[in-house]
């Protein structure tokens, strides 16, 4: 039997270095730790496309994201600051069981969720058929209900608050967390919370000074958007220093299906753009994503699955008769610039090769009275403010967008005049022009001094003799809709008018003409 | 038995462990050197236009930017930026769907790095209308190139405290992904030689922070002093005379014997003038010097044989052929004879003379003698004193404006009104024509906002003498213009 072995006697430094590696281990493991929640960066994914759509990730929240908990506090923290009680209040839609509004995803970067807007934000919307009927939602559609210009103005009024600090934001977090079933740790309560607080202050501090002066414009109203002011902050263009005729382009949300049938057309509402997928990331850019940031992936699966989404049907009955005889005026009125229907339009063979813009390209080949191709703005008439907004400088400028990637922006150009749409889906699509000036398809077929002067912008009930929103009423149950003054600058109601434009049919003739456009 | 590996002796463990660290060195070192400093060959441009709007001459290694701080600057330090449209606001000629302005390369040497060409300044851009995009025109003056403000910008903006690595590397964190070498190297050397290097122009461009100097404006260069105070080094002197940016097609009209270059007839002919316009846009002897003396032939021949622009708006030809008679009478004698081109006294025109002040007869010897320590064979600068300015050829004259050497005349039709009676402040740089009084809008507001005020009262600016046809009835006045434009 072999005799125990007495153990080694061991020195000083052995014990020394035991006590070093003891003590050393929590510090790897809270290193280690750090590590792995800088590293997160976990997108709540859906394998239903629609789903995704609506609270699928674009990357914004990568670097532009609220963290959750702080998003879900301000309406409380802020509540002065909001027109009425929480999100909804700014025309957000909320979807039963769910915590979060349509258009708003949600990521786990750094240890922290975050959250921001994605693409329905601004594309999704509701219709009722009275005030009293449940909300239909329609994905893809202009977000007639949400109002992005007080979104922004909330976000940077409740930053500067005095409330927005840690004494009023951590115990509010916890509470809220609390309800949930959570709790604030403590690493939570006393160092990211605090830290996001100040984080949170000083960008949207930034951001206000720099697209402050937008609010000094025409305000939007729900439904609309000023497209490319916000881009110039993109690249830190002091917008105080604008031009006039360059202030005041709101224009209303795009519905965004059945693009496959619009590739080769000038996209946007001037038609300063060809290439879908230039105008798509330049759209990402408003839910917060950067070049180096973006989701390409998520993004991608929208894309494609826009490509073939149908627009929704007209639910309403429709005179068939009434419609038959519409059709013929159409014909004879509409068709050479919308396209023969709602789903039959193709633009005449247009650029569709991804080659970047040429030297001396001619500029003919985009105007003209077909689907896709741009009218002058002498013979449209409409509103301008949108059309010089988007300035030659900016035009160029955008050029550097993508510098580094494959996807470098390279199809930007100044156009002269507003793009002739396509109207699949057109009854979605109210208010009408590119400013949404108009409220029905009835009115647009008046002479601009016939057009209501004033209308209301946010309500969903529709008016189906009209074909639009009703625009006529000032609020219900407690929410006040928006003013629209055809008055201010950037909002006229003039233009599409006159013989060729339909303005000058009888009443029936334009009854019959609004009822075909129902099918579309 | 087990067998005991052979021993390595100390030394020679210490030569093995050297060798190691050498070869790793060495690596390393090579790996930097690729991700620094190799110089990317790219093919030229086959296209004439395009390259000598886009071709790189070489500009980028000691005059270069690197790419990634050019681009970020202009967002950064919005408010040293001359209008709110970034970049663009420098009045740079700047086609759609292209990455940089017309004039501006990029070449990748070691990191990708902006530098310019002769483009920068030597082309055009109007507008028939206002609802038009613009028409861009190589080897036509930059009018609308702000170029003092340019310099400037750059030097300003180096010597902003925000101009650090901090915050540059933010914001170019917002628009690419560097990889691990490239944030090292822009953190901890490309940022800090960047600011030092530009934070050095500061002392050579010290007259354009001359207080009492006024702005050159757009479309204007002070370019004798430009060249004395980089390729010469001379210390910085009282003089002050920013000139037109010139048009420099068609230069073969310069093959004639006994004609000189330059508003002054400063130098012998085109070669002398592109070589040395060149070497101030490489800022340096060349780093290649074979190539640089290709690109300048290449040049050379592009630019004898460019046409002049044909004017964009119909003529009267039966006017226009009254208006030769007009020409031939009261023009002829100075701007289409052996006069042409060649040096004539001050006193024969009797403009503004300030220009005159910024160059010498010491100035070229010594310049010549700098070029000649490049290794480079050229005619050069005229070794003598300046005595006035040259009668110019007017081909191509419509897209010239503003007028006389320091274009302190906004149209041909003020031109040829008496020196009292001409505009005496206008605004510059805006690029909608005028196809009335022959030149570019320089009145209202839009010429305001977008261009640079220019007074004929500052010094070096002042509107005075070329009297000859001022006196004209208006009927031969409107007939000379229309035959003017057929130039």
């Not at chain 1, 590590?35 to 997160?40: E, G």
């Not at chain 1, 199809?411 to 000036?437: C, E, I, Q």
């Not at chain 2, 001379?234 to 006994?258: A, Q, T």
Request: glycine content about 8%.
């Amino acid at each position: 039997m072999a005799e125990p072995t007495s153990p080694p006697k061991r020195g000083k430094c052995f014990w020394i270095a035991t006590a070093l590696v003891v003590l050393a281990v929590p510090f790897v493991l809270f290193g280690l730790y750090l590590a792995f929640l800088l590293m997160q960066d976990e997108p709540v994914v859906y394998a239903d496309i629609r789903e995704h759509f609506k609270y699928g990730s674009t990357g914004g929240e990568r670097e532009s994201g609220l963290p959750y908990w702080i998003f879900q506090a301000m309406p409380t923290v802020c509540a002065p600051h909001l027109p009425g009680p929480g999100w909804a209040s700014l025309g957000f839609i909320f979807e039963d069981g769910k915590d979060l509004p349509v258009g708003m995803s949600k990521r786990r970067r750094m240890g922290v969720d975050r959250t921001f807007i994605n693409c329905a934000a601004c594309h999704t919307s509701t219709v009722r058929d009275t005030p009293q009927s449940k909300p239909r939602l329609y994905l893809g559609m202009p977000a007639n209900t949400f109002d992005l210009f007080r979104f922004q103005k909330f976000l940077f009024d409740c930053a500067r608050d005095p409330k927005f600090s840690t004494e009023y934001v951590v115990p509010e977090v916890a509470r809220l967390m609390r309800e949930k079933g959570h709790r604030l740790g403590l690493l939570d309560r006393y160092v990211v919370y605090p830290i996001a607080v100040g984080l949170m202050r000083e960008r949207l501090g930034m951001l206000h000074g720099r697209l402050g002066p937008l609010l000094e414009h025409t305000e939007w109203g729900p439904g609309r958007t000023d497209t490319f002011n916000p881009n110039k902050v993109l690249f830190n263009f002091p917008l105080a220093q604008l031009p006039d005729r360059e202030k005041n382009a709101a224009v209303d949300f795009p519905s965004i299906w059945l693009q496959r049938r619009r590739q080769g057309m000038q996209l946007h509402w001037d038609g300063n753009n060809v290439m879908a997928e230039e105008r798509n990331k330049n759209a990402a850019f408003g839910t917060g994503t950067t070049p180096p940031t973006i989701d390409l992936a998520a993004i991608g699966r929208l894309e494609a699955w826009l490509l073939a989404e149908e627009p929704p049907k007209y639910p309403y009955p429709i005179d068939s008769s009434k419609a038959a005889r519409g059709a013929l005026i159409y014909k004879e009125y509409c068709a050479s610039c919308h396209g023969s229907s709602g789903r039959d339009f193709a633009p005449p063979a247009g650029d569709t090769s991804r080659e970047c813009l040429k030297p001396d390209e001619r500029d003919d080949g985009l105007y003209g009275p077909y689907v896709g191709r741009i009218t002058r703005i002498e013979e449209i008439g409409t509103d301008r403010h949108r059309l010089d907004s988007f300035s030659y400088e900016l035009a160029v400028t955008l050029g550097t967008v993508y510098a580094g990637y494959p996807h470098r922006y390279c199809h930007y150009r100044k156009t002269f005049g507003y793009a002739n749409m396509p109207l699949d889906g057109v009854w979605l699509r109210a208010p009408y022009l590119h400013n949404g000036s108009v409220p029905t398809l009835r009115d647009l077929l008046e002479p601009s001094a016939a057009r209501p002067r004033e209308f209301y912008r946010g309500n969903d009930v529709y008016d189906t003799t009209r074909v639009g929103f009703v625009g006529s009423v000032a609020g219900q149950g407690g929410q006040r809709f928006f003013r629209y003054d055809t008055a201010l600058p950037g909002d006229s109601n003039a233009g599409h008018e006159g013989r060729p434009y339909g303005t000058e049919l009888r009443p029936g003739d334009k009854d019959a003409l609004v009822e075909y456009l129902k099918t579309f | 038995m087990p067998e005991t590996p052979p021993r390595i002796s100390r030394k020679r463990k210490l030569w093995i462990s050297v060798g190691i660290l050498v070869v790793m060195g060495a690596v390393f070192g090579g790996y930097a050197y690729y991700r620094l400093m190799w110089e990317h060959r790219e093919p030229l441009i086959q296209d004439p236009e395009e390259r000598f709007k886009y071709g790189s001459i070489g500009a980028e290694h000691d005059a270069g930017v690197p790419y990634w701080i050019f681009y970020v600057l202009p967002r950064m330090f919005p408010e040293k930026v001359p209008g709110p449209n970034g970049l663009a606001s420098f009045g740079v000629s700047w086609e759609q769907g292209r990455e940089l302005p017309i004039g501006f390369t990029k070449k990748v040497i070691g990191i990708p790095r902006v530098g310019n060409n002769c483009a920068a300044c030597h082309i055009a851009n109007y507008r028939t209308r206002l609802d038009e995009r613009p028409t861009f025109v190589t080897a036509a003056p930059g009018h609308t190139l702000n170029l003092e403000a340019f310099f400037r910008f750059l030097v300003d903006c180096a010597k902003d405290p925000r101009f650090n690595a901090d915050n540059l590397m933010h914001e170019i964190a917002l628009v690419t992904d560097l990889d691990w070498f490239d944030r090292i190297a822009y953190r901890f050397l490309i940022i800090p030689i960047t600011r030092k290097r530009l934070r050095e122009r500061e002392t050579q461009f010290a007259w354009i922070y001359h207080k009492e100097f006024p702005e050159w404006g757009r479309g204007r260069d002070d370019a004798m002093n430009l060249t004395k105070y980089f390729m010469i080094k001379v210390k910085m002197d009282d003089s002050f005379g920013p000139s037109d940016i010139p048009s420099i097609w068609n230069l073969k009209k310069y093959d004639r014997e006994g004609t000189t270059m330059n508003w002054s007839g400063d130098s012998h002919d085109s070669y002398s003038v592109i070589m040395d316009s060149a070497l101030g846009l490489l800022g340096a002897a060349p780093h290649d010097k074979n190539e640089f003396l290709d690109q300048v032939k290449w040049l050379q021949d592009y630019l004898r044989a460019k046409a002049p622009p044909r004017y964009p708006f119909p003529t009267d030809e039966k006017i226009a052929a009254s208006g030769k008679n007009v020409f031939d009478q009261h023009c002829a004698g100075c701007h289409a004879s052996e006069k042409t081109g060649t040096r004539m006294p001050l006193a024969m025109v009797d403009t503004d003379p300030e220009r005159i002040g910024t160059w010498n007869k010491e100035n070229a010897i010594a310049a010549n003698k700098v070029v000649r320590s490049f290794g480079i064979e050229r005619k050069g600068l005229v070794e003598d004193s300046l005595i006035g300015y040259n009668p110019p050829f007017l081909d191509g004259i419509w897209l010239r404006a503003p007028y006389l050497h320091n274009g302190s005349v906004p149209t041909l039709r003020d031109l040829l009104t008496p020196p009292d009676k001409r505009p005496k402040v206008f605004w510059r740089g805006y690029d909608l024509y005028d196809p009335v009084n022959v030149g570019f809008v320089s009145q209202g507001p839009e010429a305001e906002r977008v261009g640079t005020k220019y007074d004929t009262a500052e010094r070096a600016s002042h509107n005075q003498g070329h009297v000859p046809g001022t006196t004209l009835s208006d009927q031969e006045k409107n007939a000379l213009l229309e035959y003017l434009k057929t130039l």
